[in-house]
């Protein structure tokens, strides 16, 4: 039997409200040309299973009558009104289009019997500055532009096999709609953030598109946040935001995560305040901090959400100098604290004691988890990039804690399209370790000390911070200051040394064994109100 394309059921001008279902029977081939044509007319599909059987390829097709199905249900009172205009002007041949008007949404149903697919600017739209266009089919977000003096807008079929022309089971449909702007949303970091200029209905949040196998994050319509790794984990994509009021669609956006984009997982928690100056903390006034950083390699991309901000900082405690040996060893022996995962734990000590003369040497061969566990036995946290940042820099825009009173060159030796190594030439050495292998004990460079008495920030070890982040496959730590250990066999190690302190490292989670090594360390904050 050969088929008619379009297949148009003029009974809808007539009496649009009337309900009208096509009538298919399943066992006899594949259909999805009855599902499509009845989408395209506005209507449901009424399903003929008496005859036994289930073929292997029923599956996928009611997958295809889902999808048209929740359109049409979600835009019942457009699929209903008198607003109806059959067969618009398009500029391709072989693909139709239907308008659907009511109150203030438009609504497109879209029908190709292009095999090889389409996609285009197909017919003319009328946009205004309190409407919006949304490809409800495939979930996009659309910017009509004109052409000839005509605003156009965009449609896509998919592709299908030509020899199904002329049968049961040819075509592709899609569908646009107009809506009024209600919702406005973004993404910053790991959060989502949107609003909503009505109240009445829900808001729908989508990890993809909405589907009846989709799962949905319901919530009230008002202006608020929600976190992606707490309710998606490590999903990446397009996001689906919805407004409904009585399971009707009243406006729809899609926000786009970019695959591979860092978001920031970890969140700072409050401590308790001291009576008084705590031991060798230094007090970090609150102030204004215009956030800039700068890295190495970016092959894993760093995060930019904060980049240039200007973040309104409280005050806060800072350990002056970094979380030493001895001072490790009396939170192992008040705590009792065994790690998790010991694999390099302590690699230095020997059978659990520290060597003698290192006692004042910062601790390394940590993980994350043993300085969040010292901390919290201290009651103290790690600080988060920015408060360290902050701290490093005494509240100004200086590249280094010390005055700094010729500029430092910097040789550069490019590497690979991400990685160019750079040779820091100009430093006092007497004001920090330059990166001779040796790890000093603390406190042995107090001429480079910043203003506000903090000392060792650079050139030391690299210090841990609390900033955790997600990034596709991949979660890491920022670490800041540099290192006394400058690796000159190969570009490939990173770049130790002291570092500027807007400078940033990731330290890849791949295990506890893994972030131990004799680099890293780290020291401590409070929070002071």
């Not at 079929?157 to 646009?176: H, K, Q, R, W």
């Not at 689906?240 to 399971?247: F, I, K, M, R, T």
Request: glycine fraction near 8%.
């Amino acid at each position: 039997m050969h088929f008619t394309p379009p297949m148009l059921n003029l009974n809808k001008l007539i009496k649009p409200e009337f309900a009208i279902f096509r009538v298919a029977e399943l066992f006899k081939e594949k259909i999805k040309r009855e599902f499509a044509t009845a989408f395209f007319n506005g209507y449901g599909t009424e399903i003929n299973i008496m005859a036994p059987g289930q073929p292997d390829w029923v599956e996928e097709q009611y997958f295809f009558l889902g999808k048209t199905s929740r359109i049409l249900r979600e835009n019942t009172f457009n699929f209903t009104s008198r607003g109806y205009t059959p067969l618009l002007p398009t500029t391709a041949d072989n693909i139709w289009v239907n308008e659907w008007k009511a109150d203030e949404k438009t609504v497109y149903t879209i029908y190709s019997t292009i095999p090889q697919g389409y996609k285009g600017n197909l017919f003319e739209v009328k946009p205004d500055e309190k409407s919006h266009f949304v490809d409800i089919w495939y979930h996009e977000n659309l910017e009509p532009i004109q052409v000839n003096g005509k605003w156009m807008v965009e449609a896509k079929t998919d592709a299908f096999p030509e020899y199904e022309l002329g049968t049961n089971n040819e075509g592709a449909v899609d569908c646009i709609a107009q809506f009024p702007i209600i919702l406005e949303g973004k993404i910053d970091g790991d959060f989502i953030l949107f609003s909503s200029t009505r109240n009445k209905g829900e808001i729908r949040l989508w990890a993809g598109s909405p589907s009846y196998q989709n799962e949905a994050v319901i919530l009230e319509a008002k202006n608020q946040s929600i976190r992606i790794s707490e309710h998606f984990g490590r999903y990446e994509g397009d996001f689906v935001l919805q407004y409904l009021e009585e399971g009707i669609l009243k406006d729809e956006i899609i926000l786009n995560l970019k695959p591979g984009t860092p978001r920031r997982i970890s969140f700072s928690r409050k401590t308790g305040i001291p009576q008084e100056g705590p031991n060798q903390m230094v007090m970090v006034p609150s102030g204004k901090f215009e956030y800039k950083t700068t890295n190495g390699d970016a092959f894993i991309p760093y995060p930019k959400q904060d980049e240039g901000k200007l973040i309104d900082m409280e005050s806060f405690w800072m350990d002056q100098f970094p979380v030493t040996n001895s001072d490790f060893e009396e939170f192992l022996v008040a705590s009792r604290y065994q790690p998790t995962d010991p694999s390099n734990f302590l690699k230095h000590w020997e059978n659990g004691k520290i060597p003698k003369g290192i006692e004042n040497l910062p601790v390394i061969y940590v993980s994350l988890e043993d300085a969040k566990a010292y901390a919290d036995w201290a009651g103290k946290r790690l600080p988060t990039e920015a408060e360290w940042q902050y701290a490093a820099q005494a509240g100004e825009d200086r590249e280094w804690p010390w005055n700094q009173k010729t500029p430092v060159t910097r040789r550069l030796e490019p590497v690979t399209e991400t990685l160019t190594f750079v040779h820091l030439e100009g430093i006092d050495s007497t004001l920090v370790n330059l990166g001779n292998g040796k790890l000093d004990p603390v406190g042995v460079h107090p001429k480079g000390a910043n203003p506000w008495g903090i000392q060792d920030l650079v050139g030391s070890v690299w210090q841990l911070t609390q900033d955790e982040y997600q990034s596709g496959s991949h979660k890491y730590i920022i670490l800041k200051g540099g290192s006394y250990f400058k690796p000159s066999g190969s570009w490939w190690y990173v770049q130790g040394g002291p570092r500027e302190l807007t400078h940033r490292q990731q330290l890849l989670r791949v295990s506890q064994g893994f972030e131990r090594n004799a680099t890293v360390g780290f020291r401590c904050v409070m929070d002071a109100n």
